[in-house]
């Protein structure tokens, strides 16, 4: 397996360090249209009047396109159909998007949107999620504000309860974190003279903004055809969210026959784009006295703001993961996601997973504590190994590196070696968390669960390969070509990756879940075998050999027997364009089949998991409640790792993203639902000085559907990072925090409330 | 306005707008797209450009300062097809995701390197603490500065 396992430098890395890469930003077309959004000032009113006659005298000013405007439906279809592209009577949330102006310049544009007058009644909203449930008189979700309810229904928590030693009850809560990715979302629209729309963009999924844009332009989807550009990070932020931004930019496009250019300002994508879901919750859970978690009894709730975007499969997810990675025989578990007129919530690496695994791994440690127990041991007793079976019922037939992890990091970390070295006012704290993440969409997505590929050799023996899924930066292409050139036995330094784009490859679902490796990687497998079976083919005929004994790599076929015999792949390759075989290959892939009944949370929901265990170790000054982090260790169970580095800095990279959120990242709302700190400056997430020593860890138990063993694993770096912090301050100086951000301001307080 | 500067290394006579900014001049007049912008308010640092061998956020400065002085971008670091020693070192230590911060932080290390060849953590931790990366987590890009100090003195 040369190429499987080799740290091979970035594909496309060379044009990103030389500032080559083509974002969306970079793009000019001749007879460029600019747009900017208008907004909405209010959380919830009605729209009176959008007056632009005041712009009518702005030279260069191209129009006002609203709701009224769209020539197909206006809606932003996701999960459910209840967000439109532009509010037409009502406005729902601060900044839901009623209009867009179109100029000559982004500067007449903008100076046009300071003139549009906009003239709302407002309405009493509902900020607060807990008071929106249920509403008596305020309806924006159905009959009871509640988008989903999701539910796990097993054994008999009551009576596990009375044979507990130790049971601990109590609240968390967690903030809303901001995506950050630093390219800010936009949106190129170019309408082609044959009534065709082209679509350049930002973006994590390609065939979403398709759907969005032709329901939108009432085209057919064979019309609308979508380009992502170099993608400046994701995180789950440049998932949904991108559809409105593209037909904000599609419609005056389509109108005014010209292309059409959309770059968000900072502040502006701050205030409208998805976040993760404020959430709370209430979790109870207990021991036996031989440390056996016995039951779990939560209550779990995401603040789903106006629309329902992608909540229900958020909560899906959060409710999945609402027991970590433990064996339990007892649990209820009741999830709710809530409207509220504030900007809808979505995807967040982790899924609605990582809000409740603080709750779930700030609970184990506070269970070992009154068992008196190690919180390594208390968990080592009870998490998941191979052969067993989860709380929501599903085998576990391979697999499972939970145990090694923890072990792992256990050993990496100098684990609550602590005496000698708390000094002054500073007192040492070691923390630990367990976590589990579901791969791919699983039974919350499983319509979409599947992804296409092609491949296509060269005369010259360069390739070409396309997929459905796409790289933000997190590495994909990097790791397909790896599998490609592999598959092929060809150099890394042939495979080439065309940018992901709807006309190459049929619909493949999102890039969401940390799926693309698993999910394309198999797809383009299949897609090699026929290119594959005619290299072997002519090879065996030029090395007089059978054709089992062939043996490619990295340029060179020779006889497995004799490794002597050998012919480049070049020269085979030119002779099988000689006999016209086939060298091109498509390749389709669908997941192994997952269930979930909702009613009592039991099921296969998906198809394997990845595990990952983390140790903090942190000092926190007792006088000013300080933290500061010393080290993090961090292991994970990723399958196996096609690229090593790549593997180690999605680790880094996840931690330092789950140390802000742990830390300092919280954005806030006011009472009337305005979000308050939307620009770097106040919105606070990690620098260069905020990083401790990292030591990430790879641990490998093959996934035997995935490619060489892989599998997805780029979100959980970051989901078990808060309740590591939360446990090691604990451990530090005996004090808890059960709401996110662990500022130095609780800390104090908790300290001063001792 | 009219003002003469040096460009990577070229000599430019330019006529400029007065308000206009240094990274609009970059992107829309000299189509040097590698200086990107990522908040427009000097929180970010994607923006970043050599100023008199100094790193400066361009969205904060005006086109017109430019005049008589040197300035480097992205683009200005390589030599033709060959990288710089700060390039080389950020592929070759898995410093680059989504690379959009990539030729700010570049340029930050450049200055750092160019006067402190042999750098301590907290220097480099310092020196790029305002350019902002969200992907990589910070430590591969300590682990490229330090490699690119270490060709540096190995070349002398
Ligand atoms: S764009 Fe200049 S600092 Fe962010
Ligand atoms: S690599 Fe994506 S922001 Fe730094």
């Known amino acids: 397996m040369g190429l499987i396992g080799k740290s091979v430098i970035k594909a496309g890395g060379v044009e990103r360090v030389t500032g080559k890469g083509t974002f969306v930003a970079d793009i000019k077309l001749p007879g460029m249209v600019y747009c900017a959004v208008i907004r909405s000032p209010v959380a919830r009113g009605d729209i009176i009047a959008i007056d632009d006659s005041s712009c009518n005298r702005v030279k260069g000013y191209l129009g006002l396109f609203t709701a009224k405007s769209i020539p197909g439906n206006n809606v932003i279809p996701i999960v459910f159909r209840d967000q439109p592209c532009f509010a037409a009577k009502r406005v729902n949330y601060h900044g839901e998007p009623i209009g867009v102006v179109a100029a000559e310049s982004k500067a007449i544009a903008h100076t046009a949107l300071n003139r549009i007058k906009v003239t709302v009644k407002e309405l009493e909203g509902l900020i607060d999620p807990l008071k929106a449930w249920g509403h008596r008189k305020i309806k924006l979700y159905g009959d009871d504000n509640i988008f989903r309810h999701s539910k796990i ?71 609308v055809r979508v380009i992502q550009t170099s993608t400046g990070g994701g995180f789950g932020g440049k998932e949904d969210v991108p559809s409105l931004v593209a037909c904000q930019a599609a419609l005056p496009a389509c109108l005014l026959k010209r292309p059409v250019k959309l770059i968000y300002e900072r502040d502006e994508d701050m205030i409208s784009m998805s976040k993760r879901h404020p959430s709370w919750i209430h979790y109870k859970s207990g021991a036996t006295a031989d440390g056996i978690l016995r039951a779990i009894q939560a209550e779990y709730i995401i603040d789903g703001g106006a629309y329902s975007t ?183 330094e042939n495979i080439r990756m065309m940018p992901t784009d709807t006309s190459r490859v049929p619909d493949s679902g999102p890039t969401v879940a940390s799926r693309a490796t698993t999910m394309s990687g198999n797809a383009l497998i299949i897609a090699c075998e026929k290119p594959r079976d005619s290299i072997l083919t002519e090879a065996s005929i030029l090395l007089k050999i059978e054709k089992h004994n062939v043996v490619i790599d990295e340029g060179i076929a020779f006889d497995r027997k004799d ?26 892939y669908n997941t192994p089949e997952t269930s979930w009944d909702n009613e009592t949370g039991i099921g296969e929901p998906y198809v394997t998991y990845a595990w990952a265990s983390n140790i903090v170790k942190l000092a926190v000054d007792t006088q000013t409640g300080e933290v500061e982090v010393l080290k993090i260790s961090s292991a994970h169970d990723v399958g196996k790792a096609i690229n090593p580095a790549m593997v180690e800095c999605q680790i880094e990279g996840g931690v330092i993203q789950g140390l802000g959120f742990a830390l300092t990242e919280e954005m806030m709302a006011d009472s009337k639902g305005k979000l308050l700190n939307p620009e770097f400056s106040t919105y606070i997430i990690p620098t260069a000085s905020d990083v401790p020593e990292i030591e990430p860890i790879i641990v490998e138990h093959p996934y035997p559907d995935g490619p060489y063993g892989a599998r997805g694993f780029g979100e959980q770096p970051l989901m078990g990072i808060a309740p590591a912090v939360a446990n090691a301050v604990a451990d530090a100086v005996g004090v808890r925090i059960t709401d996110l951000p662990i500022t130095a301001e609780k800390i104090w307080r908790a300290l001063r409330a001792k | 306005m009219k003002i003469k500067f040096r460009l990577n290394g070229r000599l430019i006579n330019a006529d400029i707008p007065g308000g206009m900014r240094l990274i609009d001049l970059l992107r829309e007049d000299f189509n040097l797209t590698g200086t990107r912008e990522g908040c427009g308010k000097g929180e970010c640092g994607a923006c970043t450009v050599l100023l008199d061998g100094k790193p400066v956020n361009s969205c904060l400065v005006l086109a017109a300062q430019l005049k008589g002085r040197a300035m480097v971008t992205i683009e200005g670091l390589s030599d033709g097809d060959t990288l710089d020693p700060v390039q080389r070192a950020f592929l070759e230590a898995t410093a680059v995701q989504c690379g959009f911060c990539s030729p700010g932080l570049i340029l930050a290390a450049k200055s750092l390197l160019d006067k402190y060849p042999d750098p301590s953590e907290e220097q480099i931790k310092r020196a790029i603490s305002g350019n902002l990366c969200r992907c990589t987590g910070y430590s591969k890009v300590f682990k490229a500065i330090k490699m690119a100090s270490e060709t540096h003195r190995n070349s002398k």
């Open chain 1, 153 to 223: 229904r097993r054994g008999d928590v009551e009576s596990a309860f009375r044979e507990c030693e130790v049971i601990i009850e109590d609240t968390y809560t967690t903030p809303y974190q901001e995506h950050a990715y630093i390219e800010p979302q936009g949106m190129v629209a170019n309408p082609l003279p044959d009534g065709t729309m082209e679509i350049y963009g930002s973006m994590q999924c390609p065939f979403y903004v398709r759907e969005a844009v032709a329901e939108v332009l009432a085209l057919p989807l064979s019309d």
């Open chain 1, 563 to 588: 490794g002597r015999l050998k012919v480049t792949i070049k020269e085979i390759i030119k002779n099988c364009f000689g006999k016209r075989m086939p060298l091109t290959g498509d390749g389709w």
């Open chain 1, 310 to 492: 992608l909540s229900p499969v958020v909560l899906f997810r959060g409710t999945v993961h609402s027991m970590g990675p433990y064996r339990c025989e007892n649990v209820h578990i009741d999830s709710y996601a809530v409207a509220t007129n504030k900007v809808p919530c979505g995807a967040f690496r982790g899924f609605g997973s990582p809000q409740i695994l603080f709750a779930v791994e700030s609970q184990m440690d506070r269970l070992a504590q009154g068992l008196k127990m190690d919180p390594a041991e208390f968990r080592r007793r009870n998490l998941l190994k191979t052969g067993d079976t989860t709380s929501f019922g599903q085998k576990l037939s391979w697999s499972v590196g939970a145990k090694e992890t923890l072990e792992k990091v256990v050993e990496h970390s100098g684990w609550r070696n602590h005496i000698p070295e708390s000094a002054g006012d500073k007192r040492i704290g070691y923390g630990l968390s367990t976590v589990f993440y579901g791969v791919g969409l699983g039974a919350g997505g499983k319509h979409l669960a599947r992804t296409g590929a092609r491949v296509m050799v060269e005369p010259d023996a360069s390739v070409t390969f396309s997929v459905g899924t796409t790289d933000m930066g997190q590495g994909m292409q990097t790791v397909l070509a790896q599998v490609v050139a592999q598959e092929l036995g060809l150099p890394f």
